[in-house]
Nanobody
């Protein structure tokens, strides 16, 4: 497993931008599919985005498509989530997660390593 630490959350006004980072430890980062999930109060954890091992393929939830962008730097063992045009409904704790293999799945249960989360709050 890899250890994951998120950073970059904060308070931003609607329409603003934030970039989240997730630093991974361990030698297996380049062999893992990486994902971002979020969980709002009283709601289940939901898929946001995922990126393939080489960074060549990304998938997004419909709710963030066109506004968020996931990327990774395998040399730095880091995955990013650029969030633009933020809305109040994007407010949540954001988690990065990792899974071995090549298939980019969207169910949190398919990811084996998780960070502690970073809070994103979007004010109206």
């Amino acid at each position: 497993q890899v250890q994951l630490v998120e950073s970059g959350g904060g308070l931003v006004q609607a329409g603003g931008s934030l970039r989240l980072s997730c630093a991974a430890s361990g030698r297996t980062f380049s062999s893992t599919v990486m994902g971002w999930f979020r969980q709002a109060p009283g709601k289940e954890r939901e898929f946001v985005a995922a990126i393939s091992r080489d960074g060549g393929t990304a998938v997004y939830a419909d709710s963030v498509k066109g506004r968020f962008s996931i990327s990774r730097d395998n040399a730095k063992n880091t995955v990013y989530l650029q969030m633009n045009s933020l809305k109040p409904e994007d407010t949540a704790i954001y988690y990065c997660a990792a899974r071995t293999g090549t298939i980019m799945l969207r169910d949190p249960a398919d990811f084996t390593s998780w960070g502690q989360g970073t809070q994103v709050t979007v004010s109206s």
